[in-house]
């Protein structure tokens, strides 16, 4: 059964931090490019990071260049997101995907049908 569980949302003031987390199973990830979408009320679905390996960087939306840095454990199965400088408009419910092709730093496909989904984590920023 493949499962994406998210972790670590929650609130905190405009320039704090916060870190989520995606544990993976029942897919080899290795083979996926592993990514954080995010939702916010009004606003289109973004695709915010993603990373297949380090050899060839990872992409980020220019709105979190900077702040955010996506990174990897395939031998824990895990995807984390290190968010500094959080600002009100990274507001918004944020997803673990699993992307069955290969991204790089200045290409991030976009979902299709056969795109793994996590439950999402809230993460709400107050200025």
């Known amino acids: 059964q493949v499962m994406l569980v998210e972790s670590g949302g929650g609130s905190v003031q405009a320039g704090g931090s916060l870190t989520l987390s995606c544990e993976v199973s029942?897919?080899?990830?290795?083979?996926?490019?592993m990514a954080w979408f995010r939702q916010a009320t009004g606003r289109e679905r973004e695709g915010v990071t993603g990373i297949f390996t380090d050899i060839y960087g990872a992409y980020y939306a220019d709105s979190v260049k900077g702040r955010f840095t996506v990174s990897r454990d395939n031998a824990k199965n895990t995807l984390t997101l290190q968010m500094n400088n959080l600002k009100f408009e990274d507001t918004g419910i944020y997803y673990c995907v699993a992307l069955r092709e290969f991204c790089y730093r200045d290409y991030l496909p976009p979902p299709t049908t056969t795109t793994f989904w996590g439950q999402g984590t809230q993460v709400t920023v107050s200025s």
């Open positions: 029942g897919f080899n990830a290795t083979l996926y490019c």
